[in-house]
């Protein structure tokens, strides 16, 4: 019996794969892989009870504190983003590949299988972790090999009995974890079609936001954040907590025009409330601590360590030796900033840090300490170059 591990999210792609592999590719046993990474728990019971309502095997993954842990505190010590959104899908999708890695190492198996499309990124994502731990496993991705519409699945589903959410009008593809939750299809892909409120579950509307500010403090400790308001929690406590203050204050929606590694450009919704808060203060904290130079090379190595991220290189010993350099800057990254939370904006309004590159002596209008008098020979010299050559443009033409 020729069996096949599917990565299976009960969502309308994988839900549609089940029947698929069985017909169209001789696959008897199918071995359906959910993994938690935030989700709400009732998607997680969903997924799981419409896994074996279809005759699969199927098994659930908590790997909530793991994916903090490993992903989401490594990505706010790189300031992780890709075209100004924090990455939340990216740094699921290898965690997600790997608990499906080690269900076939456990069980075995003769194939992986998965929802992505061939116009998406997650199929590099996705396909890299399996191809780099199993690979002598065949990989099928039904939506890609058949090049299947959205409305074609949603048709094939109703005539195959399978229960799903979407609808031809409502036919939005949701993605959700911890860090962040995207929203996308349908009308949504259009650059000039404004999302309709009810997309979004994590953040309110600047008209339904409170009217009054909420301050907020963040302590840091080696770059990764463990208190919030005094009271120190874990990393999954801490993440879901801002999720959902920044979230009820309207803080955290993205709308951009993204281009993906196929090269194709694509509007995209995301709510990332906790996303947005830390990586601000985490970047408030840095710039007070770290010297100019560092800063310079941190925002080079973070850029990079971001693009390897979307691409899904998690394995990749490149980015290894980035978080080389990233983990000796944090060292340091330790300390308080405190930020203003008011109808969608977030405003850093104070930092501190046993290790600030600030001396209130030196940096006073009021002081003598540094003599005004030394910064002239820096002055006179300052731009020589450029001077000498202005002259010559001036002279010669």
Same mark, same amino acid.
């Given at each position: ?8 999210? *009960?969502?309308?792609? %994988? ?39 279809? *005759? ?12 903090v842990r490993d992903h989401i505190f490594p990505a706010i010590r790189a300031n992780g983003d890709y075209m100004g959104y924090p ?14 890695? !080690?269900?076939? =190492?456990?069980?075995?198996? /003769? ?10 990124? /997650?199929?590099? +994502? ?16 039904p939506m890609r090999e058949r090049n299947l519409t959205r409305t074609e699945e949603i048709e094939y589903a109703k005539r195959k ?23 996308? *299809? ?16 994590? %953040? =309110? ?16 400790? !080696? ?5 919030? /308001? *005094? ?59 770290? %010297? ?5 090379? =941190? ?23 980035? !978080?080389?350099f990233i983990g000796a800057t944090q060292k340091r990254v330790a300390g308080t900033v405190w930020l203003d939370l008011f109808k ?35 002055? =006179? ?5 450029? +001077? ?10």
């Amino acid at each position: 019996m020729k069996k096949i591990i599917l990565v299976y999210s *009960g969502g309308l792609d %994988t839900s549609v794969c089940i029947p698929l592999v069985r017909e169209e590719y001789g696959y008897d046993h199918v071995v359906t892989v959910t993994v938690d990474v935030g989700q709400p728990a009732e998607d997680i019971e969903q997924a799981a009870a419409k896994a074996r309502a279809l *005759g699969t095997e199927h098994y659930t993954a908590d790997a909530k504190d793991e994916f903090v842990r490993d992903h989401i505190f490594p990505a706010i010590r790189a300031n992780g983003d890709y075209m100004g959104y924090p990455l939340s899908t990216a740094i699921a999708r290898p965690i997600i590949a790997l608990k499906a890695v !080690e269900v076939a =190492k456990r069980i075995g198996g /003769d194939a992986f299988c998965h929802g992505c499309t061939g116009k998406g990124n /997650d199929q590099f +994502r996705i396909e890299f972790v399996m191809r780099a731990f199993c690979p002598e496993m065949e990989i099928i991705a039904p939506m890609r090999e058949r090049n299947l519409t959205r409305t074609e699945e949603i048709e094939y589903a109703k005539r195959k009995g399978v229960p799903i959410a979407q609808s031809v009008d409502k036919i939005w593809s949701i993605d959700e974890n911890l860090w962040g939750r995207s929203i996308e *299809g349908g009308r949504l892909e259009e650059p000039d079609f404004a999302p309709p409120e009810e997309i979004f579950l994590w %953040t =309110k509307g600047a008209d339904q936001a409170p009217d009054k500010l909420r301050r907020i403090a963040i302590e840091f400790e !080696e770059g990764v954040p463990v208190a919030l /308001d *005094g009271e120190r929690l874990n990393g999954l406590a801490l993440v879901r907590a801002l999720n959902a203050l920044a979230g009820e204050n309207g803080v955290g929606r993205i709308d951009i025009m993204e281009d993906r590694m196929l090269g194709l450009k694509v509007r995209e919704n995301y709510e990332c409330p906790a996303a947005v808060v830390l990586l601000t203060a985490h970047r408030a904290l840095e710039a007070l601590v770290l %010297t100019r130079a560092e800063l310079d090379m =941190k925002a080079m190595v973070d850029r990079k360590w971001g693009e390897m991220a979307y691409y899904g290189l998690w394995f990749d010993p490149l980015k290894e030796d980035l !978080e080389a350099f990233i983990g000796a800057t944090q060292k340091r990254v330790a300390g308080t900033v405190w930020l203003d939370l008011f109808k969608g904006q977030v405003k850093v309004i104070g930092r501190r840090s046993p290790w600030a590159l600030y001396s209130e002596d030196l940096a006073s209008f009021d002081s003598k300490t540094f003599d005004q008098r030394e910064s002239l020979g820096m002055v =006179k010299n300052h731009g020589i170059q450029a +001077r000498m050559y202005l002259q010559l443009k001036a002279r010669l033409g």
